[in-house]
């Protein structure tokens, strides 16, 4: 079993092991409901998905997605395309154990944000606290 939950933990799930699909997607829908330059996801079966506390606001993000997310800290939990009925993507950030999810793709490199790779890197924050 695979647990997560959003930002302030009004919104709890679980879902099955049987993951697939993990990938950083790099599409800017992603990107602009999130905030960030790519998103991790994985999919399960819906039947295998349930929420375990709260209930998520939702946003039909494109003419065949919908998105959830928590409606009081913002964050995005799932997405499902009409065109892949019986599945949701769930984000891999969100989950407790997000090692448990490692991307194994990337998706929407076209649309990639073309950042350096080689940047400064810190263990915590630039100043040390």
Do not use: K
């Not at 800290?73 to 993507?89: K, N, R, V, Y």
Request: charged share 20%.
């Amino acid at each position: 079993m695979l647990t997560g939950q959003c930002f302030c933990g009004a919104i709890r799930y679980e879902t099955g092991e049987r993951i697939r699909n993990q990938t950083l997607c790099h599409c800017t829908i992603c990107r602009r409901t999130s905030g960030a330059p790519a998103v991790a996801w994985f999919t399960v079966a819906t039947e295998d998905f349930r929420y375990t506390a709260g209930e998520p606001a939702s946003l039909r993000s494109s003419s065949h997605g919908t998105r959830t997310f928590c409606p009081r800290c913002g964050t995005q939990l799932t997405f499902t395309d009409d065109a892949s009925p019986g599945e949701i993507d769930v984000t891999t950030g969100s989950l407790d154990a997000p090692d448990r999810a490692l991307p194994q793709s990337h998706i929407f490199v076209a649309d990639a944000l073309r950042w350096p790779n080689d940047l400064p890197r810190y263990q915590q924050s630039r100043s040390g606290s």
